[in-house]
């Protein structure tokens, strides 16, 4: 099952915030979260473990609601190189697939 | 260390023909992962290899195959190629199962006309 991203697309001004959340509809162990530049690759930011244990690498951060099946990623006084589109994806199965959300577009302006 | 690599990066093929494209993974990673990118799909998975075994396959049809080598590197190939098959395939390697992160190529544009 797909995890549901919302929102779609979200147009900032430097330095305001932004939330963009993830959820399923089936049991979530982790949450992966991925930025996509366009034209180029998609690229690790963090990984979001049950019992709240975050491994990331980015000055960005996120939250994983169990209960809620969610989890949201916090982009803070958002900066110019932060646009892109941002997919969370979630394992299936105990082997490294994933199902990426249908993505987030964020788009900074100066 | 150098990244995951994919070859070539553009490809046009004609419908009917066939395909294949391959990924060198970062050097310790043992499993490969194929995605197809569409717009209008999104980030569709199509299949996970391991120590040369396929763990896992997404829904597409058996037109789609992939293999991995003794060195992790992997191919997949597409044969009796269709226009709908023009997407951006992308390979991302991870150490191994569950919790690792994906490392994404560039992915190899295919044009199918």
């Known amino acids: 099952q797909q995890p549901v991203q919302s929102p779609q697309a979200v147009i900032l001004r430097e330095g305001e915030d932004a939330v963009i959340n993830c959820s399923s509809s089936k049991a979530l162990y982790s949450v992966h979260w991925y930025r996509q530049k366009h034209g180029e690759a998609p690229v690790f930011l963090m990984i979001l473990l049950k019992g709240g244990e975050q491994k990331g690498h980015e000055k960005i951060s996120a939250s994983f609601n169990e209960k809620k099946q969610q989890s949201s990623l916090y982009l803070t006084a958002s900066q110019l190189s932060y646009s892109g589109t941002y997919f969370c994806g979630t394992p299936s199965g105990n082997t490294g697939k994933l199902i990426f959300g249908q993505g987030t577009t964020l788009q900074v302006k100066p | 260390k150098a990244g995951v690599t994919q070859t070539p990066r553009y490809l046009i093929k004609t419908r009917g023909q066939q395909v294949t494209l391959s990924c060198s993974p970062i050097s310790g990673h043992r499993s490969v992962s194929w995605y197809q990118q569409t717009p209008g799909q999104g980030l569709q998975f199509l299949f996970e290899y391991f120590s040369e075994t396929q763990r896992n396959k997404g829904n597409f049809p058996g037109r789609f195959s992939g293999r991995q080598f003794s060195n992790s590197r992997s191919e997949m190939n597409v044969s009796t190629l269709e226009l709908g098959d023009s997407a951006l395939y992308l390979c991302?390697?991870?150490?191994?199962?569950?919790?690792?992160?994906?490392?994404f190529g560039n992915g190899t544009r295919l044009t199918v006309t």
């Open positions: 991302a390697s991870s150490l191994a199962g569950r919790g690792s992160p994906l490392h």
